[in-house]
């Protein structure tokens, strides 16, 4: 077979870098929710199997990743329909979300996939754990499931903790014609940047189409002093001595200079070791 005219940008290439594929999987997600929300979250009774409540309690993890407490957030997909909860700020392996999602269920769709983030300030957010939950017939059948779930990870299948969801489910011909139009959105997607564009996150809208905003990238933040001087570093590492000087460092950078949460995140490290 012999390929005739300009060969595309891609051609024969690999890319390795994960902070591109973090990149291109994130952009994968905005353009399908922006696609479900410019159809306007319209459903057709015979394709609608009903209204799914997906409560995403809390997760017990087996390992917290990293020299700081882990920021866990949970991603979780039901069909084309892409939700988030907020972070777990701290949260290092006993995360805390108690957020409820309602979202419908297409007809033959049976199962949700979950995943588990840690938020990073620097780089693109780690993805630590997943599970492919099916739906308990017993949620199809009426009643509210509050159950653990297995979580996979770097540890191995089903080694990296456990998560705890209460599922409910209220059939089709239960729901009123007022239900049928687009709740409060409860999805909140991250920013997502691509060579020259910015890619603003969706807000909430009751009863209408959000509006998925495309905006220029902002101007490159003006560069700032370090947030920390070598008397700070080495105050702490009098307080400190069994901490390294770079970690410290690390500490001030991500605590932007404040000593206060320097010295509770030292803390809670040397409590650990």
Not at 127 to 143: E, M
Not at 152 to 181: A, C, D, H, Y
Request: hydrophobic share 40%.
């Amino acid at each position: 077979m012999v390929m005739v005219g300009e060969l595309p940008d891609d051609f024969l290439r690999v890319s390795s870098n994960p902070t591109e594929q973090q990149i291109a999987a994130d952009e994968r997600v905005a353009q399908i929710l922006q696609a479900q929300h410019q159809a306007g979250m319209s459903f057709v009774a015979g394709s609608v199997a009903g209204r799914l409540s997906i409560k995403i309690v809390t997760a017990q993890l087996t390992k917290n990743y990293g020299i700081m407490k882990m920021d866990p957030y949970c991603r979780i997909r039901v069909g084309h329909a892409v939700f988030e909860t907020p972070t777990s700020y701290n949260g290092a392996k006993l995360p805390s979300w108690n957020k409820c999602v309602q979202c419908y269920l297409p007809v033959g769709v049976d199962s949700m996939y979950l995943e588990i983030f840690d938020e990073r300030s620097f780089t693109v957010d780690d993805r630590i754990a997943w599970c492919h939950v099916t739906i308990p017939q017993s949620v199809l059948n009426g009643d509210v499931v509050d159950d653990w779930y297995p979580l996979s990870g770097r540890q191995g299948e089903e080694k990296e903790g456990m998560i705890n969801l209460v599922l409910s489910f209220t059939p089709v011909q239960n729901l009123t014609m007022g239900s049928f139009i687009c709740p409060q959105q409860t999805m909140v997607i991250p920013q997502v940047v691509s060579p020259g564009m910015f890619y603003a996150p969706m807000q909430p809208v009751v009863g209408g189409t959000p509006v998925y905003q495309t905006t220029q990238l902002p101007p490159a933040p003006v560069q700032q002093a370090p947030a920390y001087t070598e008397s700070d570093v080495q105050q702490m590492k009098d307080m400190f001595p069994g901490i390294e000087t770079n970690v410290i460092q690390s500490v001030f950078i991500a605590q932007r200079g404040n000593k206060n949460a320097v010295i509770n995140s030292l803390l809670s490290m040397s409590s650990e070791q």
